[in-house]
């Protein structure tokens, strides 16, 4: 079992930044696979970007691409989301996810398939309005 705990979400003003935490009940973040995920209310759970287990590639979706990175930080054990220039259609409940098995978390690359995860945090509120 893997537990994760987000953290950093709030309420920021368009074109603002904010960084997401995910911490892993795991102390390794080795052969693990990460991804965030956002749903907005009354909207489909959205994966914006993901980070590999091995070689450790990453993708981050089209819809926040140049406005948002993921990275692992080793010695701290957690996996940041930065979000810039945010966006008020950028408002949604963010989720880290993880899995410790198969090609994602031995691998080079990812997927932002919300069925590739096994385990999933309660998610932290981002809210981006003036």
């Known amino acids: 079992q893997l537990q994760l705990v987000e953290s950093g979400g709030g309420l920021v003003q368009p074109g603002g930044s904010l960084k997401l935490s995910c911490v892993p009940s795991r102390p390794t973040l080795d052969y693990v696979a990460f991804a965030w995920f956002r749903q907005a209310p009354g909207k489909k759970r959205e994966g914006v970007a993901c980070i590999g287990g091995g070689v450790r590639g990453s993708i981050i979706a089209d819809s926040v691409k140049a406005r948002f990175d993921i990275s692992k930080y080793y010695a701290g054990n957690i996996v940041y989301l930065e979000m810039n220039n945010l966006l008020p259609q950028d408002t949604a409940v963010y989720y880290c996810?993880?899995?410790?098995?198969?090609?994602?978390?031995?691998?080079?690359?990812?997927?932002?398939?919300?069925?590739?995860?096994?385990?999933w945090g309660p998610g932290t509120q981002v809210t981006v309005s003036s």
């Open positions: 996810a993880a899995v410790t098995s198969g090609p994602y978390a031995y691998g080079t690359t990812c997927d932002l398939d919300s069925g590739a995860y096994e385990y």
